[in-house]
Structures are given as structure tokens and as C-alpha cells.
């Protein structure tokens, strides 16, 4: 399996306050990805980047923010967490060839109170 | 950008074999069309690719008509440890990769 991890794991926090989830990859792959996903949505891409400082928006951005200063580290950052951003948050990463996989973390579960 | 349509769920028993389709009318020349799995608490996981015709790998086949408007996952024999979500994902010659609602498949016993 490629090296994905997420951090934290489980994170509960107030309305209001900043959230920061970090994904590191060991990979060298081109490509990162954050997902988050609720019960009956599936998986709905918020960013992703094609590189180093190269983001572009998804389909959910609104409220979130993105950072990848290393090819390895992509961030996730919500400025003010709100209660609908209650979520399990998903990083993925892929090599940008058209047969490549996307590789997956094991989710970040977060709880905006 | 064009979206996958998947059944949104589906059930079988142990044993039979189950083929899921996805409907993806427009994709590109240059799409390859890709089946994760997602169990649940666990990020998906690549199950099989395709472009045309049919692939096959150790757990799954990939049946893709020569119009590549849909395509079929066949998990021959499912057992109860398949029971998961079922996602089919093209590449719209682009990397702003968009999951469809995926199908969720429930095998009895």
C-alpha cells in the first residue's frame, strides 16, 4: 500500500475555531486530493493540488482552504469550523498517469460542536 | 463536468455472482474508467481499470461495450466480506477527480 497518513485521526472541536488536517504521503506522487464524506453523499472532492503551491478548487471548497508547500504534506484548513462541516475527511494521492490508482488515507473523522 | 451514474444500491447472497454498471455518457477518448471499494471506516481501495472490452484480475472483471458509454464490474461468487460501497470513477481527461454517489452492495447469507 502507498505510505498515505492523515492527522489527526479524530478530532472534536467548537464552532468557530480553526481546524488544520495534515496528509503526508511517501509516494512522490504529483497529485493529492481531500474528500470528505457524509452519510448518503458518497465522496465529494473539497481540493486538490497538481503540484507544489498548485491547487484548484472541487466541488465543495466553500469554507475550506488548501496548502502544499512539499510534495509530500497537502493541508487542510478550515479558517472558522461550522457545524456542517462535520465530516470524515479523506486524502488521496495518484500519480497523474491516466492507469494510475488513487491511494487512499484512512479518513479523518471530525465533530464540529 | 459530466457524472457517473451508479445504482445506488443493490443486494445479493453468498455465492451468486453480482454485476454493477455505471453509466458515463460522456467520456472522453483518453478516459480510463477505474472500480474502488470502500468499506466501512476505511478510505476506498482500487479494485480494477479499464479502457475497452474486458479486463480480469484475482478478485473482479471489467466488461466495457465499444461504445464506452457504461461500463460492468462482475464480482464472480460474492461472499459477505464484499459488502461494501462500489464506486466507478472516469478520468474526464482531467485530474479534477469526481466520484459519483457509488453503490452500496448488501450480501446475505
Known amino acids: 500500500d502507498a505510505g498515505i497518513t492523515q492527522s489527526p485521526r479524530h478530532k472534536v472541536t467548537e464552532t468557530g475555531t480553526p481546524v488544520t488536517l495534515r496528509c503526508h504521503q511517501t509516494e512522490n506522487h504529483r497529485y493529492m486530493y481531500w474528500y470528505r464524506q457524509d452519510p448518503g453523499h458518497g465522496l465529494r472532492l473539497i481540493h486538490y493540488s497538481y503540484g507544489v503551491k498548485d491547487t484548484d478548487k472541487g466541488e465543495v471548497s466553500d469554507g475550506y482552504s488548501v496548502s502544499r508547500s512539499k510534495t509530500e504534506d497537502f493541508l487542510l484548513t478550515l479558517e472558522s469550523a461550522t457545524s456542517s462541516q462535520t465530516s470524515v475527511y479523506f486524502c488521496a494521492s495518484w500519480t497523474g498517469a491516466d492507469t494510475g490508482e488513487l491511494f487512499f488515507g484512512e479518513g479523518s473523522r471530525l465533530t464540529v460542536l | 463536468l459530466a457524472k457517473t451514474t451508479q445504482p445506488i444500491s443493490m443486494d445479493s447472497y453468498e455465492g451468486q455472482e453480482v454485476n454493477i454498471t455505471c453509466s458515463h455518457n460522456?467520456?472522453?477518448?483518453?478516459?480510463?474508467i477505474t472500480w474502488y471499494q470502500q468499506f466501512p471506516s476505511q478510505g476506498p481501495r482500487f479494485i480494477i481499470q479499464g479502457y475497452k472490452t474486458k479486463v480480469t484480475n484475482e478478485v473482479a472483471s471489467l466488461f466495457i461495450p465499444a461504445d464506452r458509454k457504461s461500463s460492468t464490474l462482475s464480482l464472480p461468487r460474492v461472499s459477505l466480506s464484499d459488502t461494501a460501497v462500489y464506486y466507478c470513477?472516469?478520468?474526464?481527461?482531467?485530474?479534477?477527480?469526481?466520484f459519483g454517489t457509488g453503490t452500496r452492495l448488501q450480501v446475505f447469507p
Open positions: 460522456n467520456i472522453a477518448t483518453n478516459d480510463y
Open positions: 470513477l472516469v478520468g474526464y481527461n482531467t485530474d479534477k477527480l469526481i
